[in-house]
């Protein structure tokens, strides 16, 4: 049986909806013949995964690892370029250990809608547009791997409110983009 580790933040853990309405439910309903771990973590940075993936790596001997996350670098003002380079080490281990990654870009956040629901202070334009800079960063870095991304940056639209919960989480509506962009990469994979 294949071992599937989704690794990220908040939106992997499933954050502020029910667990049946998350994407990592949804795969793993799609998939049930496979076995699937989720290791998200709200509030975790691309340095928490790369700082866990080997102990992730020797607990659950995963064939897959799907990593999602960079969102929370960014609402903590830390750098692109090393929220790419934890992502480099991530996808150099897993690769080394005969793991196949599949890469996602974090979605934007709705400005209007996480202004009010989450954080007052944040600079979401801000972030949304380092997102979109670490998204081309993400899709380069994994075609000179030959490794699946997914883009979930483009799939997001800061103006549609039902997408989310609070601006910057998930709604059961989002959840199902998420599921439904990976779903094309995990065929292909399996």
């Known amino acids: 049986m294949k071992t599937i580790l989704c690794i990220g933040d908040s939106i992997t853990y499933g954050y502020g909806i029910d667990f049946k ?10 998939y049930k013949e496979y076995k699937f771990i989720n ?10 995964m790369m700082n866990r993936l080997t102990s992730e790596i020797n607990l659950h001997s995963p064939d897959i690892i799907i990593l999602l996350g960079g969102s929370n670098d960014f ?3 830390r750098k692109i370029s090393d929220a790419l380079d934890n992502i480099k080490i991530i996808i150099k281990e897993s690769l080394e250990k005969n793991i196949i990654p599949i890469i ?3 979605p934007k956040m709705s400005e ?5 629901r989450w954080d007052c202070y944040c600079n979401y334009k801000n972030v949304n547009c380092i997102i979109e800079s670490y998204e081309k960063e993400l899709q380069n870095i994994c ?42 990469s995990l065929k292909s994979t399996l």
């Open 21 to 30: 309405e998350s994407w990592f439910y949804l795969i793993k309903n799609e």
């Open 39 to 48: 290791s998200g973590i709200n509030g975790d940075t691309t340095v928490g």
């Open 75 to 77: 609402l903590c003002n």
């Open 104 to 106: 996602l870009s974090p």
């Open 112 to 116: 209007n809608m996480a202004i009010k």
């Open 143 to 184: 075609k000179e791997n030959s490794i699946k991304f997914v883009n979930l940056t483009k799939e997001f639209n800061e103006w549609n409110e039902d997408l989310y919960t609070d601006g910057v989480h998930l709604s059961y509506e989002g959840n199902c983009i998420v599921y439904k962009s990976l779903l094309n």
